[in-house]
């Protein structure tokens, strides 16, 4: 799929002519002690701003402060102390909290407020200042407390938004339709720019990042778009990763070119999605890289009514089975070709976040419990499957850890948390499926359905054509819809009562203005485990 550069750009273009005329500025700026910044000559607050990881009674505050997106150099030469106010109104007469932050230069700039103290289940406006310039204004919402059970939830949840596919209306219409929260699943950046598609596999993609500098700018790209920013400025987001945040097909610490220096490059990527996302980092004991290992993995509650169980299938995952010949990474394979996909010891989520999981699953209260993680988890074969052992299966996602998919399932059963949900991306494609312990089984009092799964498309990426999607529902009886032709996000509504799913497929993902429509609805009813079309 490829589009005009020209057509897609245009709404970008405007902040890029701006963006040069107040390059020229930002040497003198950087000339400046950083304490004593009273006024700048440049906006520092081009990146926008972002809140999240939402609790009852607090919640991440995000900004980073730039002289200019497209300048790798730092905006200060030390550190800058920049104010940031919470208020109950949009025009900042009752504030609720305000402080000072700091934005530390061997942190991009980013400055992370953890807020508490605030009143649960209710929405504040914020802000940040540095100077006399002060940030656009963002709206967010404290989760509700943890004995509550309130009578709606309704979130967004998108994936995949790779920069040069498209324009971000997508995010346009996630802020116009004012959800309570974001969800995003992973691939916020690709991690090069427009590559040749006949030669995926070439050693350098154009412009690929591998160095800490390289990640930073590219989020700062990303975080230029003006529908992107109100996406953040219109709710708190709960975020995970999936591969393109470091490496195309990376599982573990081994990328697809099996490069000796991965996991340096997995660490760079690692900080520099801390440094634009709006999440708490444990606290670590000093010394060691605080970004060699990351744990994002998290559970997120909405008093009573919905758990997340936010995952991680990315870092701690067995390597993907049977690579291609010399390589690491994604293959598709028969049962006949690689036994190695069976091997019982294999996990997409590492033994700690499994245990993790399904302590998560044993202890909720929640009526809903929405499994917010990376990839599709139905079974997807390629090739019809006549009988036991046939089919052929893409080895990057669930299907390349059957085994692991199996025991999640069988946790479910075991434990018991009420109407599970997996929410979904990565593949680019809307699918809406029933979960069963055994895929090539009829339902039955053995072989139940054990939860619903909603995947959405991709805000920008390109995926296969919709006559190939066509034959992988035909193949696969658990999955009810599937559309890879669109793109856009999925709207949820959650009540004690029932789910609702809404796929919000894009007219046209070139333009920025591209209207939105409902392409299909699901519903998943409190008590019966599977989707009904409505
Ligand atoms: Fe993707
Ligand atoms: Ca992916």
């Not at 905006?75 to 106010?85: L, N």
């Not at 943890?146 to 949840?157: E, H, K, N, W």
């Not at 708190?236 to 591969?243: A, G, H, K, M, R």
């Not at 988890?377 to 299907?399: C, Y």
Request: net charge neutral; charged share 20%.
């Amino acid at each position: 799929m490829t589009f005009s550069n020209s057509d897609m750009q245009s709404d970008r273009r405007h902040f890029l002519v701006q963006s040069a005329r107040i390059a020229a500025l930002t040497a003198l700026a950087a000339a400046f002690p950083a304490a004593t910044i009273a006024r700048t000559s440049w906006y520092p607050f081009r990146l926008g701003v972002a809140s999240g990881s939402p609790q009852p009674t607090g919640i991440v505050l995000w900004t980073r402060i730039v002289s200019e997106p497209s300048n790798p150099q730092p905006p200060a030469s030390a550190a800058v102390t920049v104010r940031w106010e919470i208020a109950e109104d949009d025009g900042f007469r009752r504030l609720a909290a305000k402080g000072d932050a700091t934005a530390l230069p061997e942190l991009a700039f980013s400055v992370h407020v953890d807020v508490n103290g605030l009143q649960p289940d209710r929405w504040y406006w914020y802000r940040f200042m540095l100077g006399d310039a002060v940030s656009p204004v963002g709206r967010t919402r404290t989760a509700p407390p943890a004995d509550a059970l309130p009578s709606s939830l309704r979130f967004a949840f998108a994936s995949c938004q790779h920069w040069e596919f498209g324009q971000y209306a997508a995010h346009r219409h996630i802020a116009a339709a004012a959800p309570d929260l974001v969800v995003f699943l992973g691939d916020y950046i690709y991690e090069w720019g427009p590559y040749d598609e006949a030669h995926p596999a070439a050693v350098r993609r154009t412009g690929e990042s591998v160095t800490l500098a390289e990640y930073r700018a590219r989020y700062a790209q990303y975080k230029t778009d003006p529908h992107l920013q109100a996406a953040h400025h219109a709710a708190p987001w709960i975020v995970t990763w999936d591969d393109h945040e470091v490496a195309n097909d990376y599982g573990n610490d081994r990328d697809e070119r099996l490069d000796p220096n991965f996991l340096a490059r997995r660490t760079a990527a690692y900080q520099a999605f801390y440094e634009h996302m709006p999440v708490r980092l444990p606290a670590l004991p000093a010394g060691a890289n605080r970004f060699a290992h990351m744990r994002i993995y998290d559970r997120h509650d909405w008093g009573r009514l919905a758990r997340f169980h936010v995952l991680d299938t990315r870092q701690y995952r067995s390597h993907h089975a049977c690579p291609k010949p010399g390589r690491g990474g994604s293959n598709s394979v028969t049962d006949a070709q690689c036994a190695e996909r069976l091997a019982p010891e294999r996990t997409l989520l590492g033994t700690d976040q499994e245990a993790w999981l399904a302590n998560g699953f044993a202890s909720s209260q929640a009526k809903w419990n929405i499994l917010a993680q990376q990839t599709l988890m139905a079974q997807a074969t390629q090739i019809p499957i006549a009988k036991p052992g046939d089919g052929r299966f893409w080895t990057d996602g669930w299907d390349g850890y059957p085994v692991a998919r199996r025991r999640l399932f069988e946790d479910l059963i075991k434990y018991r948390p009420a109407n599970p949900i997996a929410i979904s991306g990565d593949v680019h494609t809307f699918y809406a499926a029933d979960l069963k312990r055994d895929f090539n089984q009829q339902v039955s009092a053995g072989n139940p359905v054990v939860a619903a799964e909603f995947c959405g498309t991709s805000i920008t990426s390109s995926s296969r054509p919709q006559s190939r999607t066509d034959q992988y529902v035909a193949q696969n009886p658990h999955m009810k819809y599937g559309c890879s032709d669109r793109r856009g996000f999925v709207m949820m509504e959650v009540t004690p009562a029932r789910t609702l799913a809404r796929f919000q497929g894009l007219d046209d993902v070139a333009r920025a203005d591209s209207g939105v429509s409902t392409l299909a609805s699901f519903m998943v009813e409190d008590g019966k485990p599977g989707i009904v079309r409505t």
